[in-house]
């Protein structure tokens, strides 16, 4: 068995003729406009060839770009975590990517999809209201071999039991190290000094958190996957704060102390890598970049990026606050059915506006207010330009790619993370 790396979460796994091709991102600007590969692509979606199967985790652009997709192989069957309502399902046929066949793979389903291939889906942390609604993760048995990639998936104790028990050792566990947000990058009531002193909290928190999941997996190497791109355009000097590190080779420390150095897998953008063998080829020790490196790198890429709100401007006639209310009448319906009511207020405003919309998340009510007036109570503010505000309310946008993107400015008092709160903004929109 061979793994040809690309970059973030797009690797693609050979064995025995057969090829799979897993969360294929190869195009720049995704994100409307903002996410760039980082490190540095060194193949790109000319080099992937002939496919027998694509493996898409969810519906995220990283993972799953349609400007990457529209240029593989068609005679590929895609695979896909079975759930209701299925995103990425709907977005295959919606484009009339014309792939050979989708298979919807229920969770915790083993199924053998030719001698000797065996592949199975695990849902992520229940507890986490968003990856539970897009997330998967994967495991096959192939032949001799276990590969289990949680891509964005942050392993639970239920997922690894699952693995192991079911399993065994994996030969292979491809985990994430980190996670992409806009915290503390964008939350303008942090100074500088707080920010890094919160990205490197962050960035600490994560790499104990990989290894106790590599300690309780136990597999034979562990590679540090997803999570590698950077932020291009007028935001991209946010990227000194993200609490995501600048390449995988940031875990090795943390496997060092922990005395795991012989497992860490760090593949090349353009390498593979051996299992039988050990071997990468080609030959060459794996490239680390600076935050100084990145930046540097940016700068030379990236000055003539423009994201997609910043291309055009919406007309005073279009009814913001009417959005506003009607985007808020839809929430609360969702609230009042599932009887969800955080004890914050959203204040949703944009630097072309003379008031704020203040958004209880406890009532139905939507009210104006000048910038300056004392919000009481635990509040988040979301800072947007009009257009972005306008894109976000009309769907155009997800609020949580938005956040990703570092496109908004936030103010979160007290500061401490709710993620009702967060999961809530997500279905604000008409």
Same mark, same amino acid.
């Given at each position: 068995?061979?793994?040809?790396?690309?970059?973030? @979460?797009?690797?693609?796994?050979?064995?025995?003729?057969?090829?799979?091709?897993?969360?294929?991102?190869?195009?720049?600007?995704?994100?409307?406009?903002?996410?760039?590969?980082?490190?540095? *692509?060194?193949?790109?979606?000319?080099?992937?060839?002939?496919?027998?199967?694509?493996?898409?985790?969810?519906?995220?652009?990283?993972?799953?770009? &349609?400007?990457?997709?529209?240029?593989?192989?068609?005679?590929?069957?895609?695979? /896909? %975590?079975?759930?209701?309502?299925?995103?990425? /399902?709907?977005?295959?046929?919606?484009?009339?990517?014309?792939?050979?066949?989708?298979?919807?793979?229920?969770?915790?389903?083993?199924?053998?999809?030719?001698?000797?291939? /065996?592949?199975? %889906? +695990?849902?992520?942390?229940?507890?986490?209201?968003?990856?539970?609604?897009?997330?998967? @993760?994967?495991?096959?048995?192939?032949?001799?071999?276990?590969?289990?990639?949680?891509?964005?998936?942050?392993?639970?104790?239920?997922?690894?039991?699952?693995?192991?028990?079911?399993?065994?050792?994996?030969?292979? @566990?491809?985990?994430?190290?980190?996670?992409?947000?806009?915290?503390?990058?964008?939350?303008?009531?942090?100074?500088?000094?707080?920010?890094?002193?919160?990205?490197?909290?962050?960035?600490?928190?994560?790499?104990?958190?990989?290894?106790?999941?590599?300690?309780?997996?136990?597999?034979?190497? +562990?590679?540090? !996957?997803?999570? #590698?791109?950077?932020?291009?355009?007028?935001?991209?000097?946010?990227?000194?704060? +993200?609490?995501?590190?600048?390449?995988?080779?940031?875990?090795?420390?943390?496997?060092?102390?922990?005395?795991?150095?012989?497992? &860490? &897998?760090?593949?090349?953008?353009?390498?593979?890598?051996?299992?039988?063998?050990?071997?990468?080829?080609?030959?060459?020790?794996?490239?680390?970049?600076?935050?100084?490196?990145?930046?540097?790198?940016?700068?030379? +890429?990236?000055?003539?990026?423009?994201?997609?709100?910043?291309? !055009?401007? !919406?007309?005073?006639?279009?009814? =913001?606050?009417? =959005?506003?209310? #009607?985007?808020?009448?839809?929430?609360?319906?969702? #609230?009042?059915?599932?009887?969800?009511?955080?004890?914050?207020?959203?204040?949703?405003?944009?630097?072309?506006?003379?008031?704020?919309?203040?958004?209880?998340?406890?009532?139905?009510?939507?009210?104006?207010?000048?910038?300056? #007036?004392?919000?009481?109570?635990?509040?988040?503010?979301?800072?947007?330009?009009?257009?972005?505000?306008?894109?976000?309310? *009309?769907?155009? /946008?997800?609020?949580?790619?938005?956040?990703?993107? &570092? !496109?908004?400015?936030?103010?979160?008092?007290?500061?401490?993370?709710?993620?009702?709160?967060?999961? *809530?903004?997500? *279905?604000?929109?008409?």
């Amino acid at each position: 068995m061979e793994l040809f790396n690309f970059g973030g @979460a797009t690797a693609i796994l050979e064995h025995r003729g057969v090829r799979m091709l897993m969360d294929p991102w190869l195009d720049d600007g995704i994100f409307h406009g903002s996410w760039v590969h980082f490190p540095p *692509l060194s193949a790109h979606v000319e080099d992937v060839g002939r496919l027998d199967y694509i493996y898409i985790s969810h519906i995220h652009e990283d993972h799953c770009s &349609l400007g990457t997709l529209e240029r593989l192989d068609r005679n590929a069957v895609v695979l /896909v %975590m079975g759930r209701k309502p299925n995103f990425v /399902v709907d977005f295959l046929i919606r484009n009339k990517l014309g792939f050979r066949d989708i298979c919807v793979i229920p969770p915790r389903s083993p199924m053998e999809l030719q001698p000797g291939l /065996v592949v199975d %889906m +695990v849902e992520p942390d229940p507890s986490d209201a968003m990856a539970s609604a897009i997330d998967s @993760a994967l495991v096959l048995r192939w032949d001799e071999y276990v590969i289990f990639n949680a891509n964005d998936c942050q392993p639970h104790p239920a997922m690894i039991e699952y693995v192991r028990s079911a399993y065994g050792r994996p030969d292979l @566990a491809m985990l994430p190290y980190s996670g992409g947000s806009g915290y503390p990058s964008c939350y303008v009531n942090l100074s500088d000094e707080e920010k890094r002193a919160e990205r490197d909290r962050i960035r600490s928190m994560r790499g104990e958190a990989f290894i106790e999941t590599v300690k309780a997996l136990d597999p034979k190497r +562990v590679m540090p !996957f997803a999570d #590698q791109y950077a932020i291009a355009g007028s935001r991209a000097a946010l990227n000194e704060f +993200v609490a995501h590190p600048t390449t995988p080779a940031a875990m090795r420390g943390p496997i060092e102390r922990a005395g795991l150095t012989d497992r &860490l &897998l760090l593949v090349n953008s353009g390498q593979r890598f051996d299992f039988e063998t050990g071997r990468y080829q080609p030959e060459a020790p794996y490239r680390n970049y600076t935050d100084e490196e990145r930046q540097a790198w940016l700068d030379s +890429v990236t000055a003539n990026y423009r994201y997609d709100h910043e291309k !055009f401007e !919406f007309g005073s006639g279009v009814p =913001l606050e009417r =959005l506003v209310r #009607q985007a808020r009448a839809r929430l609360w319906d969702y #609230q009042e059915a599932n009887s969800i009511y955080p004890d914050w207020t959203l204040v949703l405003d944009s630097p072309e506006m003379a008031q704020v919309f203040l958004v209880p998340m406890g009532s139905a009510e939507v009210t104006s207010a000048s910038r300056e #007036q004392t919000v009481e109570g635990h509040f988040l503010r979301i800072g947007a330009p009009r257009t972005l505000m306008i894109m976000m309310l *009309l769907g155009h /946008v997800s609020w949580n790619i938005a956040d990703a993107a &570092l !496109f908004l400015d936030y103010e979160r008092v007290p500061n401490h993370y709710d993620p009702v709160v967060y999961f *809530l903004v997500n *279905l604000l929109r008409v």
